[in-house]
């Protein structure tokens, strides 16, 4: 029997509203609230024991939330868990996959098991074995893989039956950088054409693959958005660096001509001996990028010398950890 096939939907993939979930009177869960469009890929981060792990497997039915509500495509996980799996694909932290089968064997298996039809499973294996990079391992034995390409066995396994929502808890967790790098391509390939919700510890690899960004600690959402917008919430404007030589009790007069906002973070260090000193300046929040602004005016008063000029930006470990650490109890 082939898996049902859901009907279109307009709405959010996922719908969370007021999530809790207690273990012998300890709440991991408290309250949780988040919408993920559908073709969003969004990030969900958290330190240890933050909960992440715990909302994922409510998200998938494979734990019963204590209170609140979930809907996958318009469908309560409570009530309806065995569609909903129809609705996910999911690869846990831990990816249980057998040693002793090949590729092929297991992933035939997969699809048999999640409803697929012959005449359907063969064009889908072929696809999935392509997007995934798995063309070389396809007939080895899984246990002889390595941890790379068994996390790509994974991914093919939740991706397999073409569900509309996936669900990964760390899934680059134990990879080095080139691994890295290739599941990420291959989580970014998914983008428009399934929603992907991923749990990670490796903060730039979501910064650069991830739309939006969910921060729970102990059990709450204590921040969410783009990596942009959060980095204003939560740390501001960025800052311009800049080494330079010149009167620079008259630089202020010259930053405030170029924007209102830019201004000096603190006093610039002693000039080194070819009398540059390093100094670092607020950017607008709002304003475009001004180096070039910042060059150009420099380099129209004979007074100044300008020897480095580089912007810095905050980065989503800046905000991981302002966020957690402010909201901790």
């Known amino acids: 029997m082939s898996a049902p096939v859901p009907a279109p939907f307009s709405g959010p993939a996922l719908e969370v509203r007021d999530l809790v979930k207690s ?19 969004i990030g969900l ?8 792990s715990t909302t994922m497997r409510i998200l998938t039915g494979y734990l019963p939330a204590s209170a609140g509500s979930v809907t996958v495509c318009g469908v309560d996980v409570a009530s309806h868990p065995a ?26 298996l997969r699809g048999r098991l999640k409803g697929l039809t012959r005449r359907r499973l063969h064009p889908r294996f072929d696809e999935v074995v392509q997007l995934c990079d798995l063309g070389r391992v396809r007939h080895r034995i899984i246990g002889k893989l390595s941890k790379g390409y068994r996390q790509r066995v994974g ?31 291959l989580i970014a ?3 428009g054409r399934m929603t992907v919700l991923i749990s990670s510890h490796i903060l730039p690899e979501v910064e650069v693959t991830c739309d939006r960004v969910i921060i729970v600690n102990q059990g ?16 501001g404007p960025g ?10 009790e008259a630089l202020p007069s010259l930053l405030s001509a170029l924007h209102p906002e830019l201004s000096l973070v603190s006093a610039p260090s002693e000039p080194d001996a070819e009398g540059f000193a390093s ?15 910042l060059v150009n005016a420099l380099a129209r008063d004979p007074r100044f010398r300008l020897r480095a000029l580089a912007r810095a930006r905050h980065t989503l470990e800046d905000v991981f950890l302002a966020a957690t650490q402010n909201t901790a109890a």
């Open 23 to 41: 273990y012998a009177g300890v709440t991991a869960v408290h309250r949780i609230s988040f919408t993920v469009a559908q073709g969003e890929i």
């Open 83 to 108: 569609e909903v799996k129809n609705l996910i694909g999911y690869m846990p932290e831990n990816n249980p996959l057998p040693d002793d089968m090949r590729v092929s064997e297991y992933l035939y």
């Open 279 to 293: 100094l670092r300046l607020t950017a607008p929040s709002a304003a475009p990028d001004l180096r070039e602004s």
């Open 239 to 248: 800052h311009y660096e800049l080494e330079l030589a010149g009167p620079l």
């Open 45 to 52: 981060l958290g330190p240890n024991g933050a909960g992440k």
């Open 189 to 191: 390939g998914l983008r």
């Open 220 to 235: 709450r959402v204590v921040a969410t958005g783009t990596p942009a917008e959060l980095r204003r919430e939560w740390l």
């Open 155 to 185: 991914i093919a396994d939740a991706i397999l039956a073409e569900p509309p929502v996936i669900i990964m808890d760390e899934p680059t967790i134990g990879l080095d950088p080139h691994q890295i790098l290739a599941v990420r391509d």
